[in-house]
């Protein structure tokens, strides 16, 4: 009788334990959704007394950001280009010469060399920005003035530039995950109906990691898109509206950052930086759903 | 359907000595199956004979294998090549996440398609349609798959994935088929259906099927092939390996006191 | 893991290597201070001509200023400060830094200010921010204090917007400028309980520089204007050659931003957008020497470094008065 008793007293602990640690790990799951939430509510909050009292297309549209001064002006399409053609230009290299550097990496390389190569490419993500930063204003920038003979010393394309270098490692790790995740008997498969290396990689490999190199692309634009000490260091943060690279451009995060220092707690111009904030924050909101939305639909084609 | 002679046959695995002076010559029109207790070498000999273990880092072979009178491990052979008119199925059916469709038509898409007159072209529409659906019936699969052809692979049940990457090898038109276990994560009903299929298949190409089921050896196989630590011990006719071995060591794998 | 770091170790050496051979020698480089005239038909005058600073005839002087709440008594360690400040040594320290000295009767009205304090609040250590300007002359009294006194004083440079926010929040106990506070500004510093003193601690003349391979050296206060407003955008329509203007200025939170737009946007617009901003003086400095088509502003002591043209240099033009108090 005393065993049995026993038994029901572990079981019962046991019982408690584990609806304990589930409850506890749902606490955990439920915490970041709600800071998600509060972050949003946040920024929504402080961007009210602004958008309450300004036209918001005036703001979406406008082409002078000048937050400050006796006549202030708070349109922030040169600041959304600024992002855009930074963060377009830096995709449209990081993306080919990271993709390729993960094929290498994954499919070409030798042990040794991915030996040495994968390391030196996973201390590059870690190196801060402001190295970067520092990188780009000294050095590319004269690059890019002997190559491209811009006007000014310091602009978009330099931004553009430091940010590819920027999303590569990123691309790599994750999308060199996904790709040595796609089982070896799928290769196997390929190459036994008499495909080569090249082919096995485009028609079934390639699209067997789809969902993870869907995944890597937009991670590091994210990045790109929320970059702000290399890109402050960078871009010359002029605030005109242009779509030209070679020319300076401030990106929303750059505004933000210059901005807030200058701006006084309760003025029109600091509601106005919450809501180029709530930008910010819906443009990558944005980029993730997309990425969803991707990675579902290759998902349903596939299984 | 081509003959394979193997001549002097030696792999290596880095300083292991996995297969040693193998000679045998597997014939077309039957079936050649090769037995033998775990690691003794059957899966390294069959794969061989398409070149897939040049996959693996550390592998060394040495000696000939000849098919249709060329031995394939010669220098200006192009192995991709030699793929082309072999085929392989696997233990654990592998087929792509692509549709049925897909799966048959990968090869066909890559390697084109060719006339009478010997001439590849790129296959049409009509021309792929009309391979898959050929395929899927010499598979025994085309009745149940027919109205789904464009779903997932991933939604057939063990047996008929296997089936569908029995269609796939066909696809390309092989003389040859290499089978290595490709029972063995199947049901009794799948592998029965799988049995059949083989002995129809047969008919028009040279099979090569490696199994650790001596029963199946005994139901589907004209010929038998016994391989024991890397050594191939014997090989006859099914019946008289199984009824009268000639080799102790085959004889004590055979009844069981050994393997 | 090694070998990952002694590639890495290679390709940074290489690169800062070929940073340093790409011509980066800006020992070589320098920059070209430009003359001011009021009109076209004015004399033009240098910022490094100290009188035509003083007096006004260089039209873009200004007065540096750091802000007190209330004036320190005797007992305060920013009385202690202000008087190393203003006594010889301390003016000095303007000068070494490449910035003018005050004049005797300035100079002699902040003494006088000095005088009575009886805010005897900070003792010890304190912390002072805001201007970029000021970082040499401000670095230089602190080093100077220390040695002298044993108190540290802290200084940060975030620009004299944001260090007069810092001094009328309460973050830091004196600001730096290198324009005056905003009414509005002494209102809410009013209406945070500090009682504003402004004290005149140096004079600047706001030198515009231009690449030193630009021909054009003179400027009327109207071409200036219509440069930095948008209205010229190539070197070809203000006298020099056909290339296109890059502007380099500084942002919003600094000081000599607005002491400039004062002084030359006379018609209350505003830069033009494609104004490249900076937060220090210092980056502004590099940007110019390295673009042809390239005009800036800075402080008059970073022009006089980077130009290489000692603090003695004078010209022999009639200056009159338009020196803005620092």
């Known amino acids: 009788m005393v065993a049995l008793k026993s038994k029901k007293n572990n079981r019962y602990m046991r019982k408690i334990f584990e609806g304990g640690m589930t409850g506890l790990l749902l606490a955990c799951a439920l915490v970041s959704v709600l800071v998600l939430l509060m972050v949003f509510m946040f920024l929504l909050g402080n961007s009210l007394p602004f958008l309450q009292n300004n036209d918001i297309w005036q703001f979406l549209t406008g082409t002078h950001w000048l937050p400050f001064g006796d006549f202030p002006s708070y349109g922030i399409l040169p600041l959304f280009v600024g992002t855009l053609m930074v963060t377009l230009v830096a995709s449209l290299i990081a993306i080919p010469v990271g993709l390729g550097a993960t094929i290498y990496l994954s499919e070409i390389a030798s042990p040794q060399v991915r030996n040495v190569l994968k390391p030196v490419i996973e201390i590059l993500a870690g190196i801060p920005s402001v190295i970067y930063g520092l990188f780009a204003a000294l050095v590319l920038s004269d690059w890019i003035m002997v190559i491209f003979e811009p006007n000014t010393r310091l602009n978009a394309l330099n931004g553009a530039l430091i940010l590819a270098v920027m999303m590569i ?89 210059i901005d807030v220092p200058e701006a006084t707690v309760g003025s029109m111009a600091y509601y106005s930086l919450f809501a180029v904030g709530l930008v910010l924050f819906i443009i990558t909101f944005a980029l993730n759903l997309v990425a969803e939305y991707v990675l579902a639909r290759f998902k349903e084609a596939y299984h | ?177 290499l089978f290595d276990e490709p029972c063995s994560a199947l049901d009794p009903i799948a592998t029965a259906k799988i049995e059949d299929l083989l002995i129809d298949l047969k008919n028009d190409y040279t099979v090569l099927i490696v199994t650790h089921n001596m029963q199946q050896a005994g139901r589907v196989a004209d010929k038998t092939a016994y391989f024991y630590l890397g050594d191939l011990i014997e090989y006859g006719e099914t019946k008289q390996i199984f009824e009268n071995p000639k080799q102790e060591l085959t004889e004590q794998y055979i009844t069981g006191r050994m393997g | 893991m090694y070998i990952a770091i002694g590639v890495i170790a290679i390709v940074v050496i290489a690169a800062v290597g070929a940073a340093l051979m790409m011509g980066k020698g800006s020992n ?109 002359i401000a670095a230089l009294w602190a080093q100077s204090f220390k040695q002298s006194t044993g108190i540290t004083v802290t200084i940060k440079t975030p620009g004299s917007g944001a260090g007069i926010k810092d001094f009328y929040n309460k973050i830091v106990d004196v600001a730096q400028a290198s324009r005056a506070m905003t009414t509005a500004e002494k209102a809410t510093a ?55 203007i890059s502007l380099y200025g500084r942002d919003s939170a600094s000081g000599s931003y607005a002491s400039f737009k004062d002084l030359v946007l006379v018609n209350k617009e505003n830069y033009t957008s494609a104004m490249l901003q900076f937060n220090t003086n210092a980056l502004i400095v590099p940007e110019v020497e390295s673009a042809v088509g390239a005009i800036g502003y800075v402080g008059i002591g970073f022009a006089k470094e ?21």
């Open chain 1, 169 to 257: 490692p990123i691309m790599v790790s994750v999308a060199e995950e996904a790709l040595n995740s796609v089982p070896r008997n799928l290769r196997e498969a390929s190459l036994a109906l008499g495909a080569t290396r090249w082919e096995t990689l485009k028609m079934t490999i390639v699209p067997a990691a789809l969902p993870g190199i869907v995944a890597a692309i937009i991670l590091s634009m994210g990045r790109a898109v929320g970059e702000t000490m290399a890109v402050i260091m960078a871009t010359g943060n002029s605030t005109q509206f242009t779509f030209n690279i070679l020319a300076s451009m401030r990106p929303l995060t750059a505004a933000l950052a």
């Open chain 3, 28 to 136: 070589d480089k320098s920059v070209k201070v430009l003359l001011l005239k009021k009109t076209s038909s004015s004399v033009a005058y240098s910022p490094m001509d100290q009188e035509a600073v003083y007096n006004g005839s260089y039209s873009l002087s200004r007065y540096l200023y750091l802000y007190t709440d209330g004036v320190p008594s005797t007992s305060s360690s920013i009385y202690k400060w202000l008087s190393l400040i203003y006594n010889t040594t301390g003016q000095q320290m303007v000068t070494d830094a490449g910035f003018y000295p005050l004049q005797t009767s300035d100079l002699n009205a902040m003494k006088a200010q000095l005088q009575n304090g009886n805010n005897s609040a900070v003792t010890g250590a304190f912390t002072e921010s805001g201007s970029t300007t000021m970082t040499e």
């Open chain 3, 190 to 244: 009013a209406a945070n309980g500090i009682t504003v003193v402004e004290w005149k601690v140096a004079v600047d003349g706001l030198a515009i520089i231009v690449n030193k391979d630009n021909p054009v050296t003179t400027l009327t206060l109207s071409q200036l204007e219509g440069i930095f407003n948008g209205t010229y955008t190539n070197w070809n329509q203000v006298g020099g050659n056909d290339k296109a």
């Open chain 2, 1 to 177: 359907m081509s003959d394979i002679a193997v001549q002097d046959l030696n792999v290596w695995f880095d300083k292991n000595h996995a297969l040693k002076n193998v000679n045998i010559t597997v014939g077309g029109n039957q079936i050649t199956a090769i037995i033998g207790p775990s690691g003794c070498g059957k899966s390294t000999f069959i794969r061989c004979i398409n070149r897939m273990n040049d996959l693996i880092a550390g592998c060394k072979v040495e000696g000939k294998v000849i098919v249709d009178g060329k031995d394939i491990y010669d220098k200006d052979v192009d192995v991709v090549d030699i793929r082309k008119s072999i085929g392989m199925v696997f233990q654990k059916p592998n087929p792509f996440p692509k549709s049925i469709f897909e799966n048959i038509a990968y090869a066909p898409r890559i390697h084109g398609v060719t006339d009478e007159d010997g001439n590849v072209h790129k296959a049409s529409k009509q021309e792929l349609a009309e391979l898959v659906e050929w395929s899927l019936k010499r598979a025994a699969l085309w009745d149940e798959v027919k109205d789904r052809l464009d779903k997932s692979a991933y939604n057939l049940s063990g047996g008929q994935q296997q089936r569908l990457c029995i269609a796939r090898a066909l696809a390309i038109k092989p003389e040859i088929i």
């Open chain 3, 306 to 326: 980077a130009s290489g043209t000692s603090a003695d240099t004078t010209l022999s033009e009639v200056s009159s008065p338009v020196a803005r108090v620092l």
